[in-house]
């Protein structure tokens, strides 16, 4: 059954806020994961984060979401109270005795609250986001009866619920079959028609190409940012591959100036 994006999440204007990083550095117990990170992305930009293992890409998503404090650097054009995170393996009990339906809703409590009263409309627009990604019919199951693929779509439901003007995405498809990411690539798609800036960890780089416009390459430092076809090329591949090679694992934190990272267009 085709996807019904069209009554998924909420088609209402968003702001027109570029996501700038300046100088940024994440990291843990003062060791630098991410570095001297200055890149700026227009709002509703549909960005790629690519680099090789061990690069920061997951660790600059925790701390755009809050997961993880800034070491130094700011951040600005994004509203701590409006953006989505899927991490790269929810911390989610799926034997917990949930069904589909309540664990889908809880992306709404930014609305209703802990202690909200449920209505018919939160209800429809439970049953709107569980067609959207394909899972009709599935309000009542419960999380251990679902696959991979499944579960992975129950968690864009619950994204859609939540209808953030940043959404935050650490590799969604990793484990998933091919009718799913295609499905889950055309969601991402219609965020991006409504305006939503989306930054995504990928690892392929065929479906990079294919399908984001533009990207930020990174080996703990950044490497290149800007269009897609400018960033993937077989020089920055390189030189990723060789920054990240050159790295000691417990190297103090540096006092470099800012990257010269051009600024990224959508």
Known sequence: ??????????????????LVLKNLTVGYERHPAVHHLSVRW???????????????????????????????????????GSVAYLPQTPDIDRSFPISVQDFVRTGLWHEVGALGWWKSRHHDRVQQALAAVGLQGFDKRTLDTLSGGQFQRMLFARLMLQDASTVLLDEPFSAVDQRTTEDLLAIIRHWHRLGRTQLVVLHDLAL???????????????????????????????????????????????????SAVPEGSR
């Open 42 to 80: 227009p709002a509703g930009s549909l960005v790629a984060i690519v680099g090789p293992n061990g690069a920061g890409k997951s660790t600059l998503l925790k701390a755009l979401a809050g997961r993880l404090p800034v070491n130094d650097g700011k951040v600005t054009g994004l509203d701590a």
């Open 1 to 18: 059954m085709p996807l019904v994006l069209s009554t998924a999440g909420s088609s209402k204007p968003l702001p027109a806020t570029d």
């Open 208 to 258: 990079v190409r294919a399908h984001f416009p533009m990207a930020l390459m990174l080996a703990r430092e950044p490497v290149a940012a800007g269009c897609t076809a400018d960033v993937l090329t077989p020089a920055n591949l390189a030189r990723a591959k060789s920054r990240q090679e050159a790295f000691e694992d417990h190297a103090p934190v540096c006092d470099e100036p800012e």
